[in-house]
């Protein structure tokens, strides 16, 4: 098929050059020229695990391609992804669903034969409805567009897999001839036995924030317990194991930390909030507000660990290294990192913070400007006092604790992700800390 994918960042990119990969031939469409003559150059703008090199194969190939001109996109696809951004609202509780209806108005004008809008952005319920009278309104083809909401289920770090091997996929529609658009764009997933599940598009909005509200809740259970373990001097890992057992629960999801970020889960949970409230189901917008004021204490619970750790040493003045900008490993995405928020907070006490990431030092430096960095793990713990884990790449888990020991001025670490075996650390002469874990 031709597709086109409206918005290239975070989830355009890589649906984008899944859909390549796929077999279909792809034009993306983004209002930054220069971040459109980057991709046609094969540079991709963002990290995701696997996504250069599948961008960089695909437009060498000619099967993907991007522009600026939308009206070259509706004269060239049959089926439109629309994968712009819905930031939070100025309200701080909804989404902001500008770009999806700019990008309709814009798009539907030129839109004079049959097509198959895709919304995978992420939005309110009761939006396709709006969307779809949008587009058959201002369309020359009027009501022969269709529109479907798809939402993406993607983990960041691992958007190219999660594109091209889901674990399901979701359409929400209301016509056979939509329905068959989504069968056919699909079809090499669908074929590889991946679960499609049709619904009415109120189902499919619900159900994407339903999605990742839950797994909010999970994360924010985990550390309130992680929280008791840290008070009773119990082992939080040997209670996800304990609960994990149990096929009703899972361990998925249950490692204790700072806390969730990204540009998904907050703004989802603050959503989906307000979404229960607007329903009048007040004691499901109770119990979501409940896990974001967990999630919102993770700084001040990692601060408290720390400053634990330092037996009575103040902050202030100490040499503190940061590994880890990103929210997660896998992505250079700093919007609303745990990290970087308690590097901050580091900093504000009065803290000589330096960060490092393997991946997210330009976008990180960006948006922190105050924090100093550097791009060599060795160097990074040259000198220091402490050494706080909190983001939970495998760069640090496969740090040899024996060669860095040497050079701390203070071998102390706060794992603030219980992503660390303590062991082989405290065997070459660290003193670990872990949340939810005792130290020794």
């Known amino acids: 098929m031709r597709v086109s994918v409206i918005g290239c960042g975070h989830l355009g990119i890589p649906h984008a050059a899944a859909m390549a990969e796929l077999g279909h031939e792809v034009i993306g469409v983004d209002v930054d020229q220069a971040k459109v003559e980057r991709l046609n150059s094969g540079q991709c703008p963002i990290y995701e695990t696997g996504l250069p090199e599948l961008l960089a194969a ?14 070259e996109a509706a004269d060239f696809a049959e089926l439109h992804f629309i994968g712009v951004g819905t930031p939070i609202d100025a309200d701080g509780r909804s989404y902001d669903t500008g770009q999806v209806f700019g990008a309709i108005r814009q798009l539907a004008p ?76 699909y079809a090499p997933i669908l074929d590889a036995g991946v679960p499609i599940f049709v619904t009415d598009p109120q189902t499919a909005e619900l159900a994407k924030g339903a999605a990742n509200t839950f797994l909010a809740l999970k994360i924010s259970y985990i550390n309130a317990v992680g929280d008791m373990c840290q008070a009773a001097g119990g082992d939080i890992s040997q209670i996800v194991d304990i609960l994990g057992i149990d096929p009703r ?45 967990i999630n919102e204490s993770r700084t001040d619970v990692a601060m408290g660990l720390i400053r634990e750790a330092l037996c009575g040493h103040p902050v202030e003045n100490a040499n503190i290294t940061v590994w880890g900008a990103a929210f997660k490993p896998g992505t250079n995405d700093v919007r609303e990192s745990p990290a970087l928020a308690l590097a901050h907070a580091l900093q504000q006490a009065g803290g000589n913070v330096t960060v490092h990431d393997p991946q997210a030092m330009a976008t990180a430096m960006t948006r922190n400007p105050e924090l100093d960095y550097t791009d060599n793990l060795a160097e990074s713990v040259d000198g220091t006092h402490l050494v706080v884990l909190a983001t939970e790449w495998p760069e640090y888990q496969e740090a040899d604790p024996h060669a860095l020991v040497a050079l701390a001025a203070d071998p102390l670490l706060v794992d603030c992700r219980t992503t660390l075996d303590p062991e082989p650390w405290r065997a070459a002469g660290w003193s670990i800390h872990q949340l939810g874990r005792p130290g020794k």
């Open 58 to 71: 695909h437009t060498a190939s000619g099967r993907l391609r991007f522009t600026t001109d939308i009206r």
């Open 110 to 185: 030129h839109l004079t034969r049959p097509c198959t809008i895709v919304g995978k952005s992420t939005v309110t319920v009761g939006t396709t409805v709006q969307v779809t009278a949008l587009a058959q309104r201002l369309a020359p083809a009027g009501t022969a567009v269709e529109v479907v909401w798809n939402p993406e289920f993607l983990r960041e770090g691992h958007a190219v897999e999660d594109t091209l091997r889901p674990d399901r996929l979701i359409a929400g529609l209301t016509t056979l001839e939509a329905e068959k658009a989504i069968r056919a764009v």
């Open 249 to 293: 629960i899972g361990s998925g999801g249950m490692r204790p930390g700072i806390g969730y970020g990204g540009g998904c889960l907050p703004k989802d949970v603050r959503a989906f909030t307000a979404s229960a409230r607007q329903l009048g189901a007040d004691r499901a917008a109770t119990l979501l507000r409940a896990a974001e004021e």
